[in-house]
């Protein structure tokens, strides 16, 4: 009995049949291309045309690894810059190489003038205010100022030194300072005494006045730890500060 071998699939580009499906599969791949039209071909090539090859695809991954590193490099310098400008900033060092000269302290200290309007506004304030309007009126900007301060740096004064340039304003000279303007409104006082000596003698309204004068000036304690002195070094660096504008974020000694 003779047995016959069905064909089951044919190939759609040539005809040929095939009782395995998967050796048509395999014949299918290869009578495509074949069978292809010419037109068909020239859109395929044109389609593959912008596929690069594998020498092109190399130097492609070189340049961009290249430029991966150069860009990875430009972010670590700009994280190195930031981290630089968000350490402490020395605002003494700042001032010295920003403001390298200005009115010595010792200078000015000499130059502080104390008038008899200061002695009357004594007679109708407290000694804080008196020594503040004293100070805000030997500061004039047209005059120079020994001193500086920042808002980034709070109750932070800097004093300009004759020999060593910007220094830290010490609790030692802002003393000296102010036992000077101190000295200098007693002075002003006896003088005021002397030219009004007949009234304060004959008047006892103007007797009291000048009393009550003498027991605010003398006063005054020149602990470092006293209250007038607190609120009189608060009110010079208000006077003082300004803004120091920076394109970064800074924290500030």
């Known amino acids: 009995m003779n047995s016959t071998v069905t064909i089951k699939d044919c190939c759609n580009y040539c005809g040929k049949g095939y009782t395995r499906k998967t050796s048509l599969q395999r014949h299918v791949l290869l009578c495509e291309i074949v069978h292809k039209t010419k037109r068909e071909k020239t859109c395929d090539q044109e389609e593959t045309t912008d596929i690069p090859s594998r020498q092109q695809l190399y130097q492609i991954i070189q340049e961009l690894a290249i430029k991966y590193?150069?860009?990875?490099?430009?972010?670590?310098?700009?994280?190195?810059?930031?981290?630089i400008k968000k350490r402490k900033m020395d605002l003494v060092q700042w001032l010295q190489t920003n403001h390298p000269q200005s009115l010595?302290?010792?200078?000015?200290?000499?130059?502080?003038?104390?008038?008899?309007?200061?002695?009357?506004?004594?007679m109708d304030e407290t000694i804080v205010q008196t020594i503040t309007f004293i100070l805000r009126d030997n500061l004039?900007?047209?005059?120079g100022k020994p001193f500086a301060a920042f808002s980034?740096?709070?109750?932070?004064?800097?004093?300009?030194?004759?020999?060593?340039?910007?220094?830290?304003?010490?609790?030692?000279?802002?003393?000296?300072?102010?036992?000077?303007?101190?000295?200098?409104?007693?002075?002003?006082?006896c003088e005021w005494r002397n030219k009004h000596a007949k009234e304060i003698a004959e008047n006892e309204k103007m007797s009291e006045i000048y009393n009550k004068?003498?027991?605010?000036?003398?006063g005054?304690?020149?602990?470092?730890?006293?209250?007038?002195?607190?609120?009189?070094?608060?009110?010079?660096?208000?006077?003082?500060?300004?803004?120091?504008?920076?394109?970064?974020?800074l924290d500030f000694s």
């Open 152 to 189: 980034q740096k709070a109750n932070a004064i800097y004093m300009f030194d004759e020999t060593q340039g910007w220094l830290t304003f010490s609790s030692e000279n802002y003393l000296l300072l102010i036992k000077q303007i101190h000295s200098r409104i007693l002075r002003e006082l």
């Open 140 to 143: 004039q900007p047209e005059k």
């Open 213 to 218: 004068t003498v027991m605010k000036l003398m």
């Open 69 to 83: 590193h150069t860009q990875q490099q430009q972010i670590e310098e700009m994280q190195k810059w930031i981290q």
């Open 220 to 249: 005054l304690n020149f602990n470092q730890d006293s209250t007038a002195l607190s609120k009189i070094h608060t009110a010079l660096y208000s006077s003082l500060k300004v803004e120091l504008k920076q394109t970064v974020e």
């Open 104 to 122: 010595p302290f010792q200078l000015w200290m000499k130059t502080i003038q104390v008038q008899e309007k200061h002695v009357e506004l004594l």
